[in-house]
């Protein structure tokens, strides 16, 4: 049988809430073990965040999501005697990642330098706001700020100028997408020529580098691009209409598709219009545009025009809320919503990287209890001896 | 030196325009060697999309943005002798990417067990909007489409319900950059134990699992997560207020920073008031708390607010716009914003893979002309004999 592509290593996980979590959930999902390393009692404050799955505000259903599957080791790392415990774990580990606020790894004594002579081959990932270097490199950083500074937030929402956040944590996923790329890369740098790395991740340079577009457009006008709402920079008509009973997206995108439309929604003098003959010449009048095609939508349901449109060839789609994703066919058919082994009818996303003729993620493991994997841990992996544990527990080093 | 991670790796790049052309620009930046297969006499689609770095339109900054420093090589694929060129290119490749409709490889001859004939060791990956299995895979997909289905549009807008499109191509992007994560997986187990991958990323899958915090909300409650504008779904004050001259960003995401926060705009009674002591209060109540916040932000400037409340160490932010990071002292510092060789005064993003205490990217490369190393791909890598060359070129195989 085929391995999973990380079979075989050991990621240890000293990251919280969401950029450095995400991170090694794709590892994890990639077969790497992960061995998050949190502190007694309270764990990553992601266990703390809501929406709950029991009353009692115990079970987070926002950290299961993203921690399915990996092992909790809880360790007091202000501790000596648990430095020491993170120690021995750097040196039997290939991949080490932290999203602490630069400096404080330093502090925890765990420099560079030092994380390299415990372990010269190890991979060793810093993902933060602004990165490890620069004026702001210690600033705190959250991610509607770095929406906000980076650009995005400036792109994103309605046409008369009402700025909005992208509705998910978008500036934490992308430094944890490229976090991942980082430490690939690396490990497989290490296996063709050996020596480790030492990666320095930021949440702000990760979503200006997915701008693209606006960076060019920005650039080469005297304006800044502001939001468009649903329509696109360049390509008219690509947007949302209201339509009888919803909103749906009409994506015409070429002058054939557009006559096409044209006669679809009984406007076949449009097709003709001087002022709509080409994309160019729509999109710069879209204003003009905009209000016929708004015109025509509402006479019929969504469905109606789905039907209608599809055939013709047409791209054209329903804005889907979260409930929907729940029935379509077609994330059915690639277990985007697996459920997850401990909680009876709660799904989370599956892993989008889908290798062909090879197992897909059909479930997902538990998320860790914390501290549900100290003993083990410590026991197979360290090789602590019983009375080394029993001292450990008794000081309040580990739990 | 230390190498880069991915040199000596070679990429064959069928595909056009964002999603695929965007995860092996990823991949040039960590070193690898990418030579794009494009249609002889028009090439990528992005060569023809603005904005222009010239009047004649000849130069696209969109396509050179994202294809600095890849080799072009143009080739036929219609034509047997065309396949066979591209049959050469997979023999010596390591990676072949491509971004077609589904249907399109097999309709050209390069099936997965031809490619996996050709070169057992090759990583093949497809990127498309819907993937290669399911029902819908063979539909037309755009980024504002998969916005639409995928639930991201859904909670993206204004509070009052108005939803807009990411800014940014994010659905295309997200499944570069999980095609690039796919594909270094796949070549780190080839290097730990041989063998190939046949790698199949969508774009609806990448924008379903980044919605990460919005699926597990939609399930524990009736009514699906919508759009919020700004704010955040569990934190509060954590959004955008208008100030005198702008907007800009408030995120006192505790009780102890919504105390200090109300001491800095003299309304020092909403600290005490019962509505608004905890979290939980303060996001149920939101909509009494944000008018009587919404009064106090305008009367000072956006800078005057970033200098009070930062030493306060309330986070805050301004919104910035696209040319506002031409400016931007951390993004500098970074290499963020880097020059291209070959177009004075025009900036592309920087790679955001930082490896501390190695060479960082200042500087891209040229993007390809079309076709401009077809000759050089063909003799040094294929060893292609002058005469082969000739017929070719006067067959208009290669041009």
Redesign the interface.
């Known amino acids: 049988m085929?391995?999973?592509?990380?079979n075989?290593i050991r990621v240890i996980d000293l990251t919280r809430v969401?950029a450095g979590p995400?991170c090694t959930m794709?590892l994890k999902d990639?077969g790497a073990e992960v061995v998050k390393v949190e502190t007694p009692g309270t764990g990553d404050d992601a266990r703390h965040?809501?929406?709950?799955?029991d009353a009692g505000q115990e079970k987070s259903?926002?950290f299961?999501?993203?921690n399915a599957g990996k092992k909790s080791v809880t360790v007091n790392l202000k501790d000596p005697a648990g430095q020491e415990v993170l120690a021995d774990l750097i040196r039997r580990a290939d991949v080490l990642v932290e999203n602490f606020r630069p400096g404080v790894m330093e502090r925890l004594g765990f420099s560079?330098a030092r994380v390299r002579l415990l372990n010269p081959e190890i991979v060793f990932a810093s993902v933060s706001g602004?990165?490890?270097?620069?004026?702001?490199a210690k600033?705190?950083?959250?991610d509607?700020?770095i929406q906000?500074?980076?650009?995005?937030?400036?792109?994103?929402?309605?046409e008369d100028g009402?700025?909005?956040?992208?509705?998910?944590?978008?500036s934490d996923?992308?430094?944890g997408?490229?976090s991942?790329?980082?430490i690939?890369?690396?490990?497989?740098?290490r296996?063709?020529?050996g020596?480790g790395?030492?990666?320095?991740?930021?949440m702000?340079?990760?979503t200006?580098?997915?701008?693209?577009?606006?960076?060019?457009?920005?650039?080469?006008?005297d304006k800044?691009?502001?939001?468009?709402?649903?329509?696109?920079p360049?390509i008219t008509p690509?947007?949302?209409f209201k339509t009888k009973d919803a909103?749906?997206?009409v994506?015409a995108?070429n002058d054939r598709l557009f006559v096409t439309l044209c006669h679809a929604i009984e406007m076949p003098a449009l097709a003709s219009d001087d002022r709509f003959k080409t994309n160019r010449l729509r999109t710069d009048n879209f204003s003009e545009l905009r209000p016929l095609l708004e015109a025509a939508f509402p006479r019929e349901t969504t469905d109606f025009w789905i039907e209608k449109l599809t055939p013709l060839?047409i791209?054209?789609?329903?804005?889907?809320?979260?409930?929907?994703?729940?029935d379509?066919?077609?994330?059915r058919?690639?277990n985007?919503?697996v459920p997850m082994e401990d909680v009876p009818g709660?799904?989370?996303?599956?892993?989008?990287?889908?290798?062909?003729?090879?197992p897909d993620i059909e479930r997902k493991a538990a998320a860790p209890g914390l501290g549900e994997h100290s003993r083990e841990v410590l026991v197979q992996v360290l090789g602590y001896a019983e009375e080394k544990l029993a001292m450990l527990e008794k000081n309040g080093v580990i739990s």
Chains 1, 2 share one sequence.
């Open positions: 085929t391995q999973k592509p990380l075989g969401l995400f794709v990639l965040f809501g929406p709950f799955l259903a926002y299961m999501s993203i560079d602004f990165g490890q270097t620069g004026p702001d600033k705190p950083a959250y509607v700020i906000g500074l980076s650009g995005l937030m400036s792109i994103t929402g309605t009402r700025t909005v956040r992208v509705g998910a944590s978008i996923i992308t430094a997408l490229y991942a790329i980082g690939l890369a690396a490990l497989f740098r296996s063709q020529s020596g790395a030492r990666l320095d991740i930021a702000l340079d990760a200006v580098s997915v701008l693209e577009n606006a960076i060019a457009r920005g650039q080469l006008s800044p691009p502001g939001p468009r709402g649903t329509a696109h360049s690509f947007s949302a909103e749906m997206i994506a995108g060839g791209p054209c789609a329903r804005i889907n809320n979260v409930h929907d994703l729940f379509a066919a077609q994330l058919a690639r985007m919503l709660f799904k989370v996303t599956g892993s989008p990287i889908k290798f062909m003729a090879e």
